[in-house]
C-alpha cells in the first residue's frame, strides 16, 4: 500500500518487540516459524508504507539470519538456511542494474554467454555466505543462485565483468 503511516524508531529492542509492533502498526499477521532473537536498531524520521516498512524488516531480520516472506497480510519469520527450501520467486534478469538491492531471498537464474558457468561457480563460491546455494547448469549455460537479492545483484556485476568474448 502506498499510504506512509509506519513509523520506525528501535533502539537496542529485542525483535520480536519489532515483529510485534509490525504486527499492530501494519496489520500484519507474523508468523515466527523459528525462535526468534537478536536486537534491533533501526528507525526513519519519515513515516514509511507498508511495502517500504516490510523491506525494512527484512534487512533487520537478514542481519540477525533470519527472512521473511509475505502471503497477503502474513508474514512468515524463518531461518535464512531454512528459506533455501521454501517456493521462492525465480527470476530471470539479465541486467545487474535490474536487480533491487533488496534483502528479499528469490532464486536468480543468472545466464553466462562466453565463459563456462561450471568454471565461474568455482571462482564465485569463494564470495558467497554460508546461507546461499549456488549450481550452474551446463546445458543452458547458466548459473542458478538463490541467495538476497543484494548478493545476487553482486554476483550478476562479477559475471558481467567476468564474462566477456576472449
Not at 18 to 29: S, T
Not at 86 to 91: D, E, N, S
Amino acid at each position: 500500500s502506498t499510504e506512509k503511516g509506519i513509523r520506525l524508531n528501535f533502539r537496542g529492542v529485542p525483535l520480536e518487540q519489532v515483529l510485534d509492533y509490525f504486527g499492530e502498526a501494519a496489520g500484519f499477521i507474523i508468523v515466527p516459524k523459528v525462535d526468534i532473537r537478536g536486537r534491533v536498531d533501526v528507525w526513519s524520521n519519515d513515516p514509511l508504507t507498508k511495502d517500504e516498512a516490510v523491506e525494512v524488516l527484512n534487512n533487520v531480520l537478514s542481519r540477525n539470519g533470519f527472512t521473511a516472506f509475505r502471503t497477503g497480510r502474513t508474514l512468515n519469520i524463518i531461518d535464512k538456511d531454512a528459506a533455501k527450501q521454501r517456493p521462492l520467486p525465480v527470476k530471470k534478469v539479465e541486467d545487474p542494474e535490474k536487480i533491487p538491492a533488496s534483502e528479499d531471498m528469490v532464486t536468480q537464474i543468472l545466464p553466462v554467454k562466453f565463459i563456462s558457468a561450471e568454471q565461474l561457480i568455482r571462482n564465485l563460491e569463494m564470495l558467497l555466505p554460508t546461507s546461499s546455494v549456488l549450481t550452474a547448469n551446463a546445458g543452458a549455460n547458466a548459473l542458478i543462485l538463490t541467495d538476497t537479492q543484494v548478493n545476487i545483484r553482486r554476483v550478476a556485476e562479477i559475471i558481467k565483468a567476468l564474462d566477456t568474448p576472449v
